[in-house]
């Protein structure tokens, strides 16, 4: 490719992340469904016609927010996984890995926080799909710790549902927890820690049947 090819495909990149960060500034305040394509435009400095050489639609645009959000979380959870051979150590890498996350991509954890429930639903299915995706493979490196023979594919299902749940909300608190009150935010990870532990208790515990 020729250099001018590359400095064009450069900006088309950096317009293309402009649109996303704007869009993402701009649905802090309000639901994405309400967002117009006038005001990301006006946001990035571009013409209402040159967003659609990056998107067919606000949804699309959506989409694209919702993948960039989980897909560095998703790479670093299986990091955590990969690294523990015990139930608890999972737990508490991952809280710590979410935790971190959280903080480094605030705006990220709020739009999925708010558009999961009042996103349009192409965006909502999305976000489902993202979760459910989490909690399969979850559920596939459940099954390679100790003890987890006893278990059957759908109760090792159930138990990764139950603990990204328990993520999801955790992660919800963290990010509606005031700034400059860190005190909120650290009952809420104790409190996630323990839940977590309750689950690895019962999970220790139980023998499919």
């Not at 737990?91 to 935790?99: H, M, P, R, T, Y």
């Not at 605030?106 to 979760?131: D, K, N, T, W, Y």
């Not at 490196?141 to 003890?147: E, Q």
């Not at 328990?166 to 009952?187: G, H, N, Q």
């Amino acid at each position: 490719m020729t250099d001018s090819g590359a400095s064009r495909r450069e900006r088309k990149e950096r317009t293309r992340q402009a649109i996303l960060d704007a869009a993402l500034g701009i649905a802090d305040e309000q639901s994405l469904a309400a967002l117009s394509l006038r005001q990301v435009t006006r946001e990035v400095g571009i013409v209402p016609t040159a967003f659609y050489r990056h998107f067919a639609s606000i949804d699309e645009l959506g989409l694209a927010l919702v993948d960039q959000s989980f897909a560095s979380l998703r790479e670093m959870l299986r990091d955590v996984r990969r690294s523990s051979s015990e139930l608890t150590g999972v737990i508490k890498g991952s809280v710590d890995v979410l935790v971190q996350h959280v903080h480094e991509r605030r705006e990220h954890f709020r739009f999925v926080a708010r558009e999961r429930v009042s996103g349009p639903p192409a965006v909502r299915q999305a976000i489902r799909h993202e979760l459910e995706l989490v909690e399969r493979e979850l559920a596939t490196d459940l099954a390679r710790l100790p003890h987890a023979d006893r278990w059957s594919s759908d109760d090792l299902r159930i138990m990764a549902n139950l603990i990204v749940t328990l993520m999801v909300s955790t992660a919800e608190a963290i990010v509606a927890a005031p700034p400059e009150r860190p005190d909120v935010e650290r009952e809420v990870v104790r409190t996630a820690v323990a839940q977590l532990r309750m689950v690895v208790v019962g999970a220790l515990q139980w023998e499919s049947r």
